[in-house]
């Protein structure tokens, strides 16, 4: 059983910093590109980043503006969000994914399991 578990979201001031967690079990994590996605309330799932399973290709959206990136230990199947520089916009829940095939992509399509998403909430 593919399991997904996301950590490290909670609440921060505009300005600050946070790093996320997404630990991967049950599936081969090397050969598989990973991707995060958030959702705020009212919208609709976007994409953030993803990197390839080798961690030597990594993607972002357009608002993301230098502000985050996207890495992974192979070693300990895990894939982070480091979150610099938040704003109030930034507020979602963040869900971790795994690609279908050795690359990331920036459409929820290209995603088979999910994990069931950590809280980040940025205050004004």
């Known amino acids: 059983q593919v399991q997904l578990v996301e950590s490290g979201g909670g609440l921060v001031q505009t300005g600050g910093s946070l790093r996320l967690s997404c630990a991967v079990s049950?599936?081969?994590?090397?050969?598989?590109?990973m991707g995060w996605f958030r959702q705020a309330p009212g919208k609709e799932r976007e994409f953030v980043a993803a990197v390839s399973g080798s961690g030597g290709t990594t993607f972002y959206a357009d608002f993301v503006k230098g502000r985050f990136a996207i890495s992974r230990d192979n070693g300990k199947n895990t894939v982070y969000l480091e979150m610099n520089s938040l704003k109030p916009e930034d507020t979602a829940v963040y869900y971790c994914?795994?690609?279908?095939?050795?690359?990331?992509?920036?459409?929820?399509?290209?995603?088979?399991?999910w994990g069931q998403g950590t809280q980040v909430t940025v205050s004004s």
């Open positions: 049950g599936r081969a994590f090397s050969i598989i590109g």
């Open positions: 994914a795994t690609s279908r095939g050795y690359s990331g992509s920036r459409y929820s399509s290209g995603y088979d399991y």
